[in-house]
């Protein structure tokens, strides 16, 4: 007689990876500054300085991006390179990302947690001239 435990255990199995990818807590709080990794990163035609930007597994970091020269933009991928677009993201921001606009001359910060080490493609998202799709760099976050 055959025991039908694999199927409840394939059931918990699944029902603990699904809740594993659910929204992380978003309990960063952006003033708070202790043990955070601040980065200044400077944008300008057509290029991201430095980059690419290596970081430790786990490190809290803020990005603190500066358009020198122009408006420039900054999105970042939460999934590293490679990996399954079903895994959960290796990056956790602190707010929601989507195209971070940086007006000339201003200062834009992005927070997250950087989860699961990989490399990570930014790219300049606001057009700014002839060789905007050429303005890109990475992130690398190392174990
Ligand atoms: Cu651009």
Redesign the pocket.
């Known amino acids: 007689m055959r025991s039908p435990l694999p199927v409840s255990l394939l059931m918990v199995a699944t029902l603990s990876l699904t809740s594993s990818t659910v929204a992380r807590p978003a309990n960063l709080s952006p003033g708070a500054t202790e043990g955070v990794q601040v980065i200044d990163v400077t944008a300008k035609k057509y290029e991201f300085n430095p980059s690419p930007i290596r970081v430790k597994q786990g490190a809290r970091v803020q990005l603190k991006i500066t358009a020198t020269d122009h408006a420039?933009?900054f999105r970042i991928r939460e999934m590293p390179d490679g990996a399954d677009t079903k895994a959960k993201a290796g990056l956790v921001f602190a707010s929601p990302q989507d195209c971070q606009k940086i007006e000339k001359g201003q200062t834009a910060t992005i927070e997250f947690v950087a989860q699961t080490p990989g490399t990570y493609p930014f790219r300049?998202c606001?057009?700014?001239?002839w060789h905007?799709r050429a303005?890109t760099g990475q992130l690398i976050v190392e174990p």
Do not use: N, T
């Not at 606001?126 to 001239?129: A, D, E, F, I, T």
């Open positions: 420039h933009g300049c606001v057009h700014c001239g905007h303005m």
